[in-house]
C-alpha cells in the first residue's frame, strides 16, 4: 500500500448519485484508479470515491 504523504483531501460536491458515478467515469476513463463507496444502510447507494489525481483534473469542478 502507498503511504498517505499529501495532507490534502478536495471534497467535490455533486447533486445526485448519478453525478457522482459521472464523475467517477470520467476520472477512470482517463485512467486515473478509483475507489467508489456505497452505503449498505441506504440501500448500498454510491456516497462517495477516492483517487490521487493532478490538479488538472480538478479544474472547471464545484468544489466544497
Known amino acids: 500500500a502507498k503511504e498517505w504523504n499529501n495532507h490534502t483531501l478536495i471534497y467535490l460536491g455533486v447533486e445526485s448519485e448519478?453525478?457522482?458515478?459521472r464523475e467517477y467515469?470520467?476520472?477512470?476513463?482517463?485512467?486515473?484508479?478509483?475507489?467508489?463507496?456505497?452505503?449498505?444502510?441506504i440501500g448500498n447507494q454510491y456516497t462517495s470515491f477516492a483517487t490521487?489525481?493532478?490538479?488538472?483534473y480538478?479544474?472547471?469542478?464545484?468544489?466544497?
Do not use: R, V, W
Open 58 to 64: 480538478m479544474e472547471n469542478k464545484k468544489l466544497l
Open 25 to 41: 467515469q470520467h476520472m477512470t476513463n482517463n485512467g486515473l484508479i478509483c475507489e467508489m463507496f456505497s452505503e449498505p444502510d
Open 52 to 56: 490521487y489525481a493532478e490538479p488538472k
Open 18 to 21: 448519478e453525478e457522482l458515478i
